[in-house]
């Protein structure tokens, strides 16, 4: 086994991630409480796998549901956001791997959690096991990854968030972001999201290319690379239409056609 995966065995979001969570998203839904529905909201970090190798990193618009919610007005007392964010932190932590759940609700699906069911997981572990990053026969597939969301306050019933709760935190999830990209520094960046909510998280890159003209794709909207600064390795990323209701094989073969492009 090779000193990185001994490294990445232990890792988890990290306490700078919680600190901006908590200062610069959760704080700013709480002072903007008044311009928001009187519903609860949930919250996400950043969740590391223990084999992750910087081969891939899954994000989406927003988690659908996932610590019990709080309402907006309560996190406008700075010890609520601290709190809530310190429980957000440890919901995205496990032992021996926080994203060893991905597997075990998609071998063993239930009511309430049946990942078969889930075009976002079913089209990822395809990527995964075509990209050659993982054995997707073995349970351990999802603990080769980094699972993100772009906005990381969402209502807590599920759905993405609305034009008022993503403005509200916009700002500074753009901030976690960037120190998520520094953090885990993947080599490919699979945003599956559609480029409307990706293009404020990639304009905001001072050092990124962007292509989309010349190619015949109907599923992936753009691709490039891009990097904090550079002296970075260049992260080459794909952003693609959400896979629900889509045909996940076309899907799947342009994804990674264009990965093996860039």
């Known amino acids: 086994m090779s ?28 002072n903007n409480a008044a311009k928001l529905p009187k519903s609860k909201v949930t919250g996400f970090l950043a969740m590391v796998g223990h084999l992750y190798e910087k081969k891939l990193m899954v994000a989406g618009r927003c988690v ?28 995205v932590s496990g032992d021996p791997c926080p994203m060893k759940w991905v597997a075990d609700h998609y071998k063993n699906p239930s009511k309430q959690c049946n990942l078969r069911q889930s075009a976002f997981w079913r089209t990822i572990r395809d ?3 075509q990209l050659d990053i993982a054995d997707v026969e073995q349970d351990s597939w999802p603990c080769h990854l980094v699972w993100s969301n772009l906005y990381k306050v969402a209502p807590a019933e599920g ?15 753009k901030a976690l972001f960037k ?15 559609g480029m409307g909510w990706a293009w404020p998280f990639l304009s905001d890159f001072d050092y990124m290319s962007q292509s989309i003209t010349g190619y015949d794709y109907d599923y992936v909207e ?7 600064d550079p002296a970075m390795q260049p992260i080459s990323y794909l952003v693609a239409v959400h896979p629900q209701g889509k045909p996940e094989e076309q899907w799947i073969s342009e994804v990674c056609s264009v990965f093996e492009r860039i």
Do not use: D
């Not at 010890?79 to 440890?90: G, Q, V």
């Not at 520094?182 to 699979?190: E, F, H």
């Open 159 to 173: 759905g993405n968030p609305g034009g008022a709760l993503c403005q509200a935190q916009q700002a500074g999830c």
């Open 222 to 228: 753009g691709f490039g690379t891009l990097s904090i």
């Open 64 to 91: 659908n549901g996932w610590i019990e919610g709080i309402l907006p007005e309560h996190l406008a007392l700075p010890a609520e956001a601290e709190s809530y964010s310190s429980r957000i932190l440890k919901s």
């Open 3 to 30: 000193y990185e995966i001994i490294l990445w065995g232990e890792a988890m979001a990290t306490e700078q991630e919680r600190q901006l969570l908590a200062s610069k998203m959760l704080a700013a839904v709480g």
């Open 127 to 129: 990527v995964v096991g």
């Open 179 to 193: 120190q998520e990209l520094k953090t885990y520094t993947p080599s490919r960046l699979l945003l599956l999201t």
